[in-house]
């Protein structure tokens, strides 16, 4: 996932996240609420908001930690087909090869959320 793709879907989050915060600060600034109730509605907000935000920049790509990992064919590769990878499915195209059911790949390269493999040696 590109990094804009990351910071578009961390905002969002962050908007979902911070908006009943936001919304119990401006009810106390109009003397709606007491400073304590939006102080209760609005911390759980604003902590899940940045427990999201910590998570979502220090777990890097999901597919990169594969390359130059192993798996098995579940399916023949002549060149496309599905592979185990690290207890997951993933579509997978073996370049220039064939692979049998079964057999030993190894990930070269993730592109797109397809696994680029070639046979175990």
Same mark, same amino acid.
């Given at each position: 996932?590109?990094?804009?793709?990351? @910071?578009?879907?961390?905002?969002?989050?962050?908007? @979902?996240?911070?908006?009943?915060?936001?919304?119990?600060?401006?009810? =106390?600034?109009?003397?709606?609420?007491? @400073?304590?109730?939006?102080?209760?509605?609005?911390?759980?907000?604003?902590?899940?908001?940045? =427990?999201?935000?910590?998570?979502?920049?220090?777990?890097?790509?999901?597919?990169?930690? =594969? %390359?130059?990992?192993?798996?098995?064919?579940?399916?023949? @590769?002549?060149?496309?087909?599905?592979?185990?990878?690290?207890? /997951?499915?993933?579509?997978?195209?073996?370049?220039?090869?064939?692979?049998?059911?079964? /057999?030993? %790949?190894?990930? /070269? /390269?993730?592109?797109?959320?397809?696994?680029?493999?070639?046979?175990?040696?």
């Amino acid at each position: 996932m590109s990094r804009l793709v990351t @910071l578009v879907a961390l905002l969002d989050d962050l908007l @979902l996240f911070v908006s009943p915060a936001v919304l119990a600060c401006v009810l =106390y600034a109009f003397g709606l609420i007491p @400073l304590w109730t939006a102080a209760v509605i609005s911390a759980p907000f604003i902590v899940l908001a940045v =427990y999201v935000g910590v998570k979502v920049f220090k777990e890097g790509p999901r597919g990169f930690a =594969y %390359v130059g990992g192993r798996g098995v064919a579940v399916e023949d @590769l002549r060149p496309s087909g599905v592979v185990k990878i690290g207890g /997951e499915y993933w579509r997978a195209i073996c370049r220039d090869c064939a692979v049998g059911a079964g /057999e030993c %790949v190894v990930v /070269e /390269e993730v592109k797109d959320g397809v696994a680029y493999v070639r046979p175990c040696r």
